[in-house]
């Protein structure tokens, strides 16, 4: 299994979350905690915030951190009249985040970046929060019909269990 690291740091007017390896579901409730909060401390003195999410080392994404992401550009980006910034994606995740239709919200940028110092290391969840991926499933069916199809399985799964 390849290792799993998320870092969050910030810059400039900037969030950056770094992935190394996959990106799951045990890191989507402390990353969206932690953006949230830091996008609530500036926003009342910076508008235009972005959030850049460098796949750069990132294998794998599972489908309850592309519905974060969708979250995090629904809830952070859109507002401040900016999208989301996906960072040198490898071939696997643009075809992921294609199938998922997340290509249609966000926009890619290819090259050189450099990332905060400051990033700090994002923990995992020991346990899993059907709450949280329910929601994330729910962003990602209300992207498309065919998303709908493709989750309502799951949904309905994690809607019982999530009570």
């Given at each position: 299994m390849d290792r799993e690291e998320l870092f969050l740091g910030d810059e400039e007017s900037a969030l950056c979350i770094t992935v190394h390896g996959h990106a799951t579901a045990r890191y989507c409730r402390e990353l969206r905690d932690k953006v949230g909060a830091k996008i609530e401390a500036v926003r009342q003195h910076i508008s235009g915030e972005q959030i850049i999410v460098d796949l750069t080392d990132c294998s794998y994404m599972d489908s309850t951190f592309m519905g974060l992401l969708v979250t995090l550009n629904r809830r952070f980006c859109h507002p401040m009249g900016t999208s989301l910034i996906v960072h040198n994606p490898s071939e696997q995740c643009i075809s992921l985040l294609?199938?998922?239709?997340?290509?249609?919200?966000?926009?890619?940028?290819?090259?050189?970046?450099?990332?905060?110092?400051?990033?700090?290391?994002?923990?995992?969840?020991?346990?899993?929060?059907?709450?949280?991926?329910?929601?994330?499933?729910?962003?990602?069916?209300?992207?498309?019909?065919?998303?709908?199809?493709?989750?309502?399985?799951?949904?309905?799964?994690?809607?019982?269990?999530?009570?």
């Open positions: 294609s199938e998922i239709g997340l290509t249609e919200l966000i926009t890619v940028n290819r090259g050189e970046k450099h990332f905060p110092e400051n990033s700090e290391r994002i923990d995992s969840d020991t346990e899993m929060n059907a709450d949280l991926i329910l929601k994330a499933h729910e962003e990602l069916m209300g992207l498309s019909e065919e998303n709908r199809r493709r989750f309502s399985l799951i949904h309905g799964l994690l809607k019982r269990e999530a009570g």
